[in-house]
Every structure is written in structure tokens, then in C-alpha cells.
């Protein structure tokens, strides 16, 4: 079946712009992650969806930082005001259920260059 | 906080070479701990897995044994080849969480 799939793959922007990815999950997959690859910091946790549950924002660097998930299917990551420091690679995940155990699938990432 | 911490690479091997990459974290509780590999231009698959002390995860030739007393997941292959190569993160979900905290990834590259 279809993967994690995300969009834009690659998204060049000026400082001060606001942008969107996308993330679409496998079908029935309930938990969604979003996390960040950077050469400076490495692979780091963004935010976490499961369910209708409220999602756990707590790797979100700051509040220009937003994401929202909508019928519990795909998801949206908003970086306002963007800056220098956001450019890296925007992963999304999803897995069957929440729980350590669950295997988290990767789509294959939106770079972001924020020039 | 959690954390792992990976040997730096690149690692350099001649093809049929045995690998072990280093890995070791600090976490509290009983996580899980993963190793996922990134092939060229390609996103991070799950290699292998374990979730509680004294297991072995495995795959495609690849082991990892989950050593609670040195706090330990190293990633061992026998015999690399060319097609090895890729950037090799360990990771860790700690117990009855989701979220993945990921080392810096070490880079392998198999030659001929």
C-alpha cells in the first residue's frame, strides 16, 4: 500500500514568509508525528497527534511553530515568520497506534530552505 | 532527559568486513530502542528493534541486543556490502511514550 507521503519535497522561502507542509499518513494509521533534521541539531521531535486526543506540542521550538491534523487524517506543519535557523528537513511519520512498540513509518521529508 | 549518543562516522569498510556501530543512552525508566537507516536519497526505515533488556533485534543480517547493565544497543553485521551504505540512526521511545529521541546517525560506506 501507499506510504507516509509529504509535499512539497523541497520548499525554498524568503525570511519573514510564512509556509505549509503537508503531510498525508497511511490510511488508518492514527498516530502522526512531525519531527526536524537539521545538520546542527540532528533529528529532533516536533509534535504528536493521536486520535482526537489533544496533540503533544512539547518538541515545538516556538510559537511560530503550529500544526493541526484534520479528520484525523492529514496533517498541516505552519512555520510563520520563517527564519534562517528553521531551514532543515521536515519529516512526518505515522504509525498504527500509539505505544512505544508501534513502528513509526517516515515519509521522505520536505527540505526547507529559508533564504 | 533522554538521550542517545552514536559513534561519529563516517565508517569506512572494504565490502565482506564485519560492522558494529556503537550506541549507548540514558533514559529513564524502560525504553524501547530502535535502530532506522537512511538509504541515498531515500526517507528512514525501521531496521530493527527491541523493546525490553536481553532482547535481540534483527534484520537483513543486522543484530542488536539490548544490554540494560551497560545502557547499550550496538548495531553488528558480519559481512557488509556495498548496498549497506547509509546513514544508521539508533533511537530510543521511552516506556509508555511515543516520541522518538534519535542520535546524530552515523554514516557507513561499504567499498568494493
Known amino acids: 500500500g501507499a506510504g507516509v507521503s509529504q509535499s512539497p519535497s523541497n520548499k525554498v522561502t524568503e525570511k519573514g514568509k510564512d509556509v505549509e507542509l503537508r503531510c498525508d499518513p497511511i490510511?488508518?494509521?492514527?498516530?502522526l508525528y512531525w519531527y526536524r533534521q537539521s545538520l546542527g541539531q540532528g533529528l529532533e521531535f516536533l509534535i504528536y497527534?493521536?486520535?482526537?486526543?489533544?496533540?503533544?506540542k512539547s518538541g515545538l521550538p516556538s510559537d511560530r511553530f503550529s500544526a493541526e491534523r484534520t479528520g484525523g487524517s492529514v496533517s498541516t506543519l505552519t512555520i510563520q515568520r520563517t527564519q534562517q535557523e528553521d531551514s532543515a528537513v521536515y519529516l512526518c511519520?505515522?504509525?498504527?497506534?500509539?505505544?512505544?512498540?508501534?513502528?513509526?513509518?517516515f515519509g521522505p521529508g520536505t527540505r526547507l530552505t529559508v533564504l | 532527559g533522554n538521550s542517545v549518543t552514536q559513534m561519529e562516522g563516517p565508517v569506512t569498510l572494504s565490502e565482506e568486513a564485519f560492522l558494529t556501530i556503537n550506541c549507548t543512552y540514558t533514559?529513564?525508566?524502560?525504553?524501547?530502542l530502535f535502530w532506522y537507516v537512511q538509504y541515498p536519497g531515500e526517507g528512514l526505515q525501521l531496521l530493527l528493534k527491541?523493546?525490553?533488556?536481553?532482547d535481540k533485534g534483527s534484520n537483513k543480517g543486522f543484530e542488536a541486543t539490548y544490554r540494560k547493565e551497560t545502557t547499550s544497543f550496538h548495531l553488528e553485521k558480519g559481512s557488509v556490502q556495498v548496498s549497506d551504505s547509509a546513514v544508521y540512526f539508533c533511537?530510543?521511545?521511552?516506556?509508555?511514550?511515543?516520541?522518538?529521541?534519535f542520535g546524530t546517525g552515523t554514516q557507513l560506506k561499504v567499498e568494493l
Open positions: 533511537a530510543l521511545s521511552p516506556g509508555g511514550g511515543n516520541k522518538l529521541t
Open positions: 511519520a505515522s504509525s498504527l497506534a500509539s505505544g512505544d512498540t508501534d513502528t513509526q513509518y
Open positions: 527491541a523493546t525490553k533488556a536481553d
Open positions: 490510511s488508518g494509521h492514527t498516530a
Open positions: 533514559a529513564t525508566g524502560y525504553p524501547s
Open positions: 497527534f493521536q486520535g482526537n486526543s489533544a496533540p503533544d
